[in-house]
T-cell receptor
Framework: GENVEQHPSTLSVQEGDSAVIKCTYS??????FPWYKQELGKGPQLIID?????GEKKDQRIAVTLNKTAKHFSLHITETQPEDSAVYFC???????????FGGGTRVLVKP | DTGVSQNPRHKITKRGQNVTFRCDPI?????LYWYRQTLGQGPEFLTY????????KSRLLSDRFSAERPKGSFSTLEIQRTEQGDSAMYLC????????????FGSGTQLSVL
């Protein structure tokens, strides 16, 4: 089955700096790669996603890149703000049923 | 539409008891998923429904677990004879019936087995 690795597990940045989270996946059949943000006591919230026919996607301060050949994808957050502090999860899916396999998560702390 | 709704938000039970959780998906979403999340880990897939049909179950879903979606709307997840290892956040998500469509999660039910 699919296996998703996520790094780093924790990330501390100064407000205004950029944050980058990287993920790798194992199943070449995966073709859908969402990113979720989870705050304490809440469920994961979809923040951005990308499909395998696209190499990069941007939404305001958030961007995601995908290298299908190398089977890795990354989340970039620019001009970080304290409200960006949360746990971020990458996932891979898109096969029958779109069952998602999640990475282990990255705890991001933005210091004011 | 208020999104995916899960009840209860918290459940404390004693080992050996049965528990049942409910999920109300976003209306008109015909796919419904159950995931389990333990502390410090990403969500793990348990099972999913397309309308009322349960199409896939993870090996994580032991025979003590059963899920239903009788009318293709809300779903229930029951755990019989709970064990301490069942303590986790149980998350429900829904999506529309489209290849690779977005999954929207509820806030989860936090289960603590004493």
């Amino acid at each position: 089955g699919e296996n998703v690795e996520q790094h780093p597990s924790t990330l501390s940045v100064q407000e205004g700096d950029s944050a980058v989270i990287k993920c790798t996946y194992s199943d070449s059949a995966s073709n859908y790669f969402p990113w979720y943000k989870q705050e304490l006591g809440k469920g994961p919230q979809l923040i951005i996603d990308i499909r395998s026919n696209v190499g990069e996607k941007k939404d305001q301060r958030i961007a995601v890149t995908l290298n299908k050949t190398a089977k890795h994808f990354s989340l970039h957050i620019t001009e970080t703000q304290p409200e960006d502090s949360a746990v971020y999860f990458c996932a891979a899916g898109g096969r029958a049923g779109n069952k998602l396999t999640f990475g282990g998560g990255t705890r991001v702390l933005v210091k004011p | 539409d208020t999104g995916v709704s899960q009840n209860p938000r918290h459940k404390i039970t004693k080992r050996g008891q049965n528990v049942t959780f409910r999920c109300d998906p976003i209306s008109e979403h015909n796919r419904l998923y159950w995931y389990r999340q333990t502390l410090g880990q990403g969500p793990e897939f348990l099972t999913y429904f397309q309308n009322e049909a349960q199409l896939e179950k993870s090996r994580l879903l032991s025979d003590r677990f059963s899920a239903e979606r009788p009318k293709g709307s809300f779903s229930t997840l029951e755990i019989q004879r709970t064990e301490q290892g069942d303590s986790a956040m149980y998350l429900c998500a829904s999506s529309s019936d489209s290849w690779g469509e977005k999954l929207f999660f509820g806030s989860g039910t936090q289960l603590s087995v004493l």
